[in-house]
């Protein structure tokens, strides 16, 4: 399975569980977990757009007043305004999705001009390498997400 199938399936459990989430559920911060619903499908969005845009010059990112909500450390608590509602998310993260799937298996292997490094943990050099961190880093958040879920019943 390539990376843009990877991604597709990944996007597709993703949205499947936020279509099981109960919207009053959406911001609700059980014990044991540092964010919400809400914060994680942003994530999830937000770091793509991120990512996606860093490895393609064509790919110009959306919604960038999303940014400081879901950004990596940032918090519902210190949220400054009013986030997205659960419906324009889902529906970003569904023309995101399409959005990926249109990269095309030949900008796969296109080499970064600048490699993305988070720290010394990683460098991605490729397209390809950028889709797979991502579509990892949302499996991450899809599972945060399911276990919210799973409490909020």
Do not use: C
């Not at 843009?4 to 949205?15: F, M």
């Not at 010059?57 to 009013?82: D, K």
């Not at 010394?120 to 950028?130: N, P, R, Y």
């Not at 899809?142 to 409490?151: E, N, P, T």
């Amino acid at each position: 399975m390539g990376a843009i199938q990877q991604a597709s399936l990944a996007r597709g459990y993703t949205l499947g569980l936020l279509k099981k989430a109960n919207e009053g559920a959406w911001d609700t911060l059980p014990a044991g977990f540092s964010n919400t619903i809400r914060w994680n499908a942003g994530h999830i969005y937000v770091s793509a757009e991120h990512f996606l845009s860093q490895a393609l010059n064509a790919y110009e990112p959306s919604h960038s007043a999303w940014f400081p909500f879901f950004a990596t450390g940032s918090s519902p608590s210190t949220w400054q305004g009013t986030p997205p509602s659960a419906d324009e998310l889902i529906t970003a993260l569904k023309e995101q999705g399409k959005r990926i799937s249109q990269v095309g298996e030949s900008k796969l292997g296109h080499v970064l001009e600048t490699p993305i490094s988070l720290g010394d943990l990683l460098t991605m050099k490729t397209v390809d390498d950028v889709i797979q961190f991502n579509t990892w880093h949302e499996g991450i958040h899809a599972g945060l997400i399911d276990g919210l879920v799973r409490a909020s019943r």
